[in-house]
Nanobody, 132 residues
Framework: RVEVVESGGGSVQAGGSLRLSCAAS????????MAWVRQVPGNEREGVAV???????AYRDSVKGRFTISLDNAKNTLYLQMNSLESEDTAMYYC??????????????????????????WGQGTQVTVSS
């Protein structure tokens, strides 16, 4: 059974750091496009960072230079290191798995294409709250 479980969220002051983790089971993250997606209540989910099966990464403009997506193949775990956090980063953060090798690196924010979801599996989410 495919499952992804996030952890590591919390409350932090602006300028601080957090590292999110996503433990995957039932598949190998090395062979899949993986993504971090966030959602603010009342808004749609928006992609934050992606990493494809070849290790290529992409980020939405607002987090470039501050966030880093990475994975540990041995632990089958995805990470999101978030530095210089801003109040605008406050959201529920989700780990998403595509189970295909290719990621939408030219449009990281998108979670669908033509109404078809990019990602097949989602975690339950972990809340990140940044106070200014």
């Amino acid at each position: 059974r495919v499952e992804v479980v996030e952890s590591g969220g919390g409350s932090v002051q602006a300028g601080g750091s957090l590292r999110l983790s996503c433990a995957a089971s039932g598949f190998s993250i090395r062979g899949s496009c993986m993504a971090w997606v966030r959602q603010v209540p009342g808004n749609e989910r928006e992609g934050v960072a992606v990493i494809d099966a070849d290790g290529r990464t992409a980020y939405r403009d607002s987090v470039k230079g501050r966030f880093t997506i990475s994975l540990d193949n041995a632990k089958n775990t995805l990470y999101l290191q978030m530095n210089s956090l801003e109040s605008e980063d406050t959201a529920m953060y989700y780990c998403a798995a595509r189970l295909l090798r290719w990621c939408p690196r030219d449009n990281v924010a998108a979670t669908t294409s033509g109404g078809v979801p990019y990602y097949a599996y989602w975690g339950q989410g972990t809340q990140v709250t940044v106070s200014s």
